[in-house]
């Protein structure tokens, strides 16, 4: 359910935006999100921790894990680190540009 819920948001986002640059901070938003929330389980109650377990995933390659295996598995996650590492060059290109002015 996670990852149908992922890729329907993933097509709105491309469909609505049409730019790279947007689809590439929507997955690296969605994936620092999951993981904030992958840190609050690991690091609050029980009950808390039960209800963040059972209904979020602990970040985007755990949703790849759980519906692909073998090689269309790891050709999703190399797609999915060429896309976090767009996502660095994105970062690291506007942090040198605000220095400049």
Not at 27 to 41: E, M, P, Q, S
Not at 88 to 98: A, D
Request: hydrophobic share 55%; aromatic share 22%; with cysteine.
């Amino acid at each position: 359910m996670d990852a149908v819920i992922f890729i329907i948001l993933l097509v709105v986002v491309i469909c609505f935006f049409r730019s790279l640059y947007n689809t590439v901070y929507f997955v690296a938003i969605v994936d620092i999100g999951l993981r904030l929330l992958t840190f609050i389980k690991y690091n609050t109650f029980i009950e808390v921790k039960a209800f963040l377990a059972k209904y979020f995933p602990e970040n985007i390659p755990d949703i790849i894990d759980n519906y692909a295996k073998g090689n269309l598995y790891l050709i999703l996650v190399w797609i999915y680190v060429i896309v976090m590492s767009i996502f660095l060059y994105y970062t690291v290109r506007y942090f040198i540009k605000k220095r400049k002015y």
